[in-house]
């Protein structure tokens, strides 16, 4: 069992950054690869980035590569979403998931995930 708690939500302005951290509890958190979804009032939950259990292995949505950056800390059970040259679209609640396994696979699927956060507000304005 893993339990997810997300943080560094908040208003910010278009052009401006945020740091979501997602923290982990268990001791197995390095057996877990990481994700971070989000989900805008009235659409469907969608992918943002994903990271493998060592951190090896990256991936992000069309939408925010080059702007986001996932990165992990198996010694402090913790994955990380930096934000960069925000937009008001990029406005939702951001939630940190995780999934059992090792290797390279970083899945950008919500139903490949076993554990959710609860999630945190990201508001973006004009």
């Known amino acids: 069992q893993v339990q997810l708690v997300e943080s560094g939500g908040g208003l910010v302005q278009t052009g401006g950054s945020l740091r979501l951290s997602c923290a982990a509890s268990?001791?197995?958190?390095?057996?877990?690869?990481m994700g971070w979804f989000r989900q805008a009032p009235g659409k469907e939950r969608e992918f943002v980035a994903a990271?493998?259990?060592?951190?090896?292995?990256?991936y992000y949505a069309d939408s925010v590569k080059g702007r986001f950056t996932i990165s992990r800390d198996n010694a402090k059970n913790t994955v990380w979403l930096q934000m960069n040259s925000l937009k008001p679209e990029d406005t939702a609640v951001y939630y940190c998931?995780?999934?059992?396994?090792?290797?390279?696979?970083?899945?950008?699927?919500?139903?490949?995930?076993?554990?959710w956060g609860q999630g945190t507000q990201v508001t973006v304005s004009s």
């Open positions: 990271i493998n259990w060592s951190g090896g292995n990256t």
């Open positions: 268990g001791r197995t958190f390095s057996s877990y690869a």
């Open positions: 998931a995780a999934r059992r396994g090792t290797g390279t696979v970083v899945p950008a699927v919500t139903w490949e995930y076993d554990y």
